[in-house]
């Protein structure tokens, strides 16, 4: 029973430490520069990593809003790279099995028997090899990069509307270094609604002269 209470005690204070962590990484206003008008309320991530750390953020783009996206960290975690991208369910074909089978075929005379040799085994005419290849077919996830920022390295975020809600996933990376130092990289998804276009019908009241 002790031994439970001690175990439940330090997972206790890890999460502590991981929520204080991540509050901390959150009150760090990186590249204020590029938060503009969206609201980053709903969906952003803040998190502290270390030199070759990797991490994924997955969150949900939904239909007729704009969207901005960026990663910022902490300057002594280097060159972070990091990417947008959209998964996406392809067909993928994989070999199963190959089975081969040889066709001989002998020769016959004009009355159609087999002709034989001074041995008395069958002549061959020929040799067809037939070749049977059987297919494994699945469905799999594969990212369809819809942002680099090493192939993007004049812009600092990435702005999207899309047509209908879809999921995506920010995949960040940060270069190798000093294990023991953890700094805070912070995923940004700010939202921008679009203002919808109301049109009004205008009627034409027609007057007339009265006597």
């Not at 300057?75 to 990417?83: A, C, F, Q, T």
């Not at 159609?112 to 049977?132: A, F, R």
């Not at 049109?199 to 002269?209: A, E, L, P, Y």
Request: with cysteine; charged share 25%; glycine share 6%.
């Amino acid at each position: 029973m002790k031994k439970i209470v001690i175990t439940l005690a330090v997972i206790f204070c890890n999460l502590l430490v991981f929520i204080q962590t991540n509050a901390q990484c959150e009150k760090e206003k990186f590249c204020k520069e590029n938060l503009g008008d969206y609201d980053y309320r709903s969906q952003s991530s803040f998190a502290e990593l270390s030199p070759g750390d990797t991490s994924s953020v997955n969150f949900v783009l939904y239909g007729n809003q704009r969207y901005r996206i960026f990663v910022c960290s902490d300057p002594e975690l280097g060159d972070v790279s990091w990417k947008v991208v959209r998964p996406e369910r392809v067909t993928k074909r994989s070999i199963a099995s190959i089975k081969k089978d040889t066709a001989v075929i002998y020769q016959v005379n004009e009355t159609g028997d087999y002709i034989t040799d001074e041995s008395g085994n069958l002549v061959v005419k020929s040799k067809k090899v037939n070749v049977d290849t059987l297919w494994n077919t699945q469905r799999v996830a594969v990212d369809k990069v819809m942002f680099d920022n090493k192939k993007n390295s004049d812009k600092m975020f990435f702005e999207v509307t899309p047509k209908k809600t879809e999921r995506y996933i920010v995949r960040v990376s940060i270069p190798d270094g000093d294990p023991n130092f953890a700094g805070c990289s912070n995923v940004y998804i700010g939202k921008l609604p679009i203002e919808s276009k109301n049109f009004s019908k205008q009627g034409h009241q027609r007057t007339g002269d009265t006597h």
